[in-house]
């Protein structure tokens, strides 16, 4: 699986940017895709998740609580593309967004679980 992340760059504080994720190698539908950050000086850290794209779990997504209700991820399997929407925006959304992929349905906030992951994409965010 190959992933491409595209759509970072900079906004102001109160704005918004949406990533994409291209997958090409298996079918999307497949996979549960999850986007992570990883800040200056700090650790990676999970951002949100989305489960395959059909079956009993299609479309449940999980958010980390610092993003819930500004962020939203959701897949186009036709387009084999995963999307995350980000509105009002703040300075310490500031990092390096990555896009991952994996056949598992559990613990989807984990970075173990994902053993794909993209190229990542820089997001800057001024006050």
């Known amino acids: 699986v190959q992933l491409q992340a595209s759509g970072g760059g900079l906004v102001q504080a109160g704005g918004h940017l949406r990533l994409s994720c291209a997958a090409s190698g298996r079918t999307l539908s497949d996979l549960a895709m999850g986007w992570f950050r990883q800040a200056p000086g700090k650790e990676r850290e999970f951002v949100a998740g989305?489960?395959?794209?059909?079956?009993?779990?299609?479309?449940?997504?999980y958010y980390a609580d610092s993003v819930n209700g500004r962020f939203t991820i959701s897949r186009d399997n036709a387009r084999s593309t995963v999307l995350l929407q980000m509105n009002s925006l703040r300075p310490e959304d500031t990092a390096v967004y990555y896009c991952a992929a994996t056949r598992s349905g559990n613990n989807l906030r984990r970075q173990i679980t994902y053993p794909y992951w993209g190229q990542g994409t820089l997001v800057t965010v001024s006050s």
């Open positions: 989305i489960c395959w794209g059909d079956g009993r779990y299609v479309g449940w997504t």
